[in-house]
T-cell receptor, first 114, second 112 residues
């Protein structure tokens, strides 16, 4: 157990729907990162939050949004889902937000869009 | 062109072989270099962490960074079937908030 908790583990939904993925970081970690992993794209950085504030953004679609709450857990919202959104979504956390950080990953949420 | 390039393999070796995994990168601002191991689409776990150029050894694993060539390597000695996994290189720069940029990952299979 890495200490990063992600729910749900698996999610099957239909095109056009909206889902929310949840992440609880390791105790003491202030930064949360979201990554998308698909078979042909590898691990793609989506977005980072540090202590409630958005810190960095990657190639995150406008249909996707995220936030980090005062208790430091984070949610990734995916809307108007398309077949191509099917992927593993990982959350990672770290103590701070510098390049020297080591990211600890959760077990992932597997999203299937039918 | 991707910032980090890694041959996806797959790579198959016999047990006991020395494995060499490599990545190249284009962003000269990268200073922190890591190798993560991922089993069967589970969460990646940190294997090695290196700052700037040089070598680092941890048991059967050795990480090398050559910043002048923008090239990093991971060597696995005496490979075991339990080493079968996908190995991802990852890098970050000091001015990018801590996000890691990953390579595609190399799928390794060690045959008994």
């Amino acid at each position: 157990d890495s200490g990063v908790t992600q729910t749900p583990k698996h999610l099957i939904t239909a095109t056009g729907q909206r889902v929310t993925l949840r992440c609880s970081p390791r105790s003491g970690d202030l930064s949360v990162y979201w990554y998308q992993q698909s078979l042909d794209q590898g691990l793609q950085f989506l977005i980072q939050y540090y202590n409630g504030e958005e810190r960095a953004k990657g190639n995150i679609l406008e249909r996707f949004s995220a936030q980090q709450f005062p208790d430091l857990h984070s949610e990734l919202n995916l809307s108007s889902l398309e077949l191509g959104d099917s992927a593993l979504y990982f959350c990672a956390s770290s103590v701070a937000s510098s390049g020297a950080n080591v990211l600890t990953f959760g077990a992932g949420s597997r999203l299937t869009v039918l | 062109q991707k910032e980090v390039e890694q041959d996806p393999g797959p790579l198959s070796v016999p047990e006991g072989a020395i494995v060499s995994l490599n990545c190249t990168y284009s962003n000269s601002a990268f200073q922190y270099f890591m190798w993560y191991r991922q089993y069967s689409r589970k969460g990646p776990e940190l294997l090695m962490y290196t700052y700037s150029s040089g070598n680092k050894e941890d048991g059967r694993f050795t990480a090398q960074v050559d910043k002048s060539s923008k090239y990093i390597s991971l060597f696995i000695r005496d490979s075991q079937p339990s080493d079968s996994a996908t190995y991802l290189c990852a890098m970050s720069a000091s001015n990018q908030g801590g996000k890691l940029i990953f390579g595609q990952g190399t799928e390794l299979s060690v045959k008994p």
